[in-house]
């Protein structure tokens, strides 16, 4: 049976927490707040969870979400080659609403959809998130809602469109902020040099640049002002086709809290 927590009452929170990782070990699927949109999500090392999850929302596999993380030194567990760059932009970025696509660890048992060896990682800037991933470590999420539809910015809305698919609902209030539209997190490709942002979303390229220089914008294939000599090009697209999902998030025709996907390569590019 389907069960809403209200989230913003600490009895109601912490049972509601503790249903939430119950689910998570039993391979069903949750509805919870992240700093971005509401997120869908799921036991990430779970092929059964993540099929799921996917069908919930009317999804296949060319379009596999991120995974969310509950501390940045959970990047090198579930990710392997990390430059240096994307640390920086992890410190500097996480807990937050950027989403970075690295090579995965190839010795993880894990099957999140065709990501082509690799997988989308963020860090949510949000308590309520935080806390559940503390308790379930790693989660598979994407965007609350049914592809095609808008991001769910709250329990009820995500409710509404994948009822009884999913076992509990989170709820926390509007996300971002009750009035605002919803934002996706930023998508940057780190597997190619220099880095891509293959969808723009909470984190604008101005500030990822004032710590990575070199990121080239969406479309871009060199840094403005380049020359011939210098000039940057960008390889074909990446694993997470469709950057983040609208996930976690999708902007309205833009998986968030929260995931993505440029060409197809671990995440979406809907809010997240």
């Known amino acids: 049976m389907t069960t809403t927590y209200n989230c913003t009452s600490d009895d109601q929170r912490a049972e509601g927490l503790q249903h939430a990782q119950r689910a998570i070990s039993e391979k069903k699927c949750i509805v919870l707040p992240t700093d971005t949109v509401y997120g869908i999500a799921a036991d990430a090392f779970s092929p059964l969870a993540v099929t799921m999850l996917l069908a919930s929302k009317g999804r296949s596999r060319q379009m596999p979400p991120p995974v969310l993380i509950p501390r940045i030194n959970a990047l090198d567990g579930l990710a392997t080659d990390v430059p240096g760059d994307a640390?920086?932009?992890?410190?500097?970025?996480w807990?937050?609403?950027?989403?970075?696509?690295?090579?995965?660890?190839?010795?993880?048992?894990?099957?999140?959809?065709?990501?082509?060896?690799?997988?989308?990682?963020?860090?949510?800037?949000?308590?309520?998130?935080?806390?559940?991933l503390g308790l379930t470590g790693p989660l598979a999420v994407s965007s609350a809602n049914r592809t095609g539809q808008e991001a769910a910015q709250t329990a009820s809305e995500a409710r509404m469109q994948l009822a009884e698919s999913v076992d509990v609902y989170l709820e926390g209030g509007f996300r971002p902020v009750k009035g605002t539209a919803a934002v996706p997190s930023t998508i940057v490709d780190a597997t190619s040099s220099p880095f891509?942002?293959?969808?723009?979303?909470?984190?604008?390229?101005?500030?990822?640049?004032?710590?990575?220089?070199?990121?080239?914008?969406?479309?871009?294939?060199?840094?403005?002002?380049a020359d011939d000599a210098s000039e940057a090009t960008v390889p074909a697209d990446s694993a997470h086709g469709e950057v983040g999902h609208a996930d976690v998030t999708e902007p309205p025709a833009v998986e968030d809290p929260i995931r993505a996907s440029a060409p197809e390569t671990a995440a979406e590019t809907k809010p997240e």
């Open 87 to 93: 640390r920086a932009l992890a410190q500097a970025f």
């Open 95 to 132: 807990p937050g609403g950027l989403t970075l696509i690295l090579h995965a660890q190839p010795s993880l048992d894990w099957d999140l959809g065709d990501t082509k060896g690799t997988v989308a990682l963020r860090m949510p800037d949000d308590e309520l998130a935080l806390e559940l």
């Open 196 to 225: 891509k942002v293959v969808r723009q979303g909470a984190i604008s390229l101005e500030q990822l640049r004032e710590v990575v220089p070199t990121v080239l914008g969406v479309g871009e294939t060199a840094l403005p002002g």
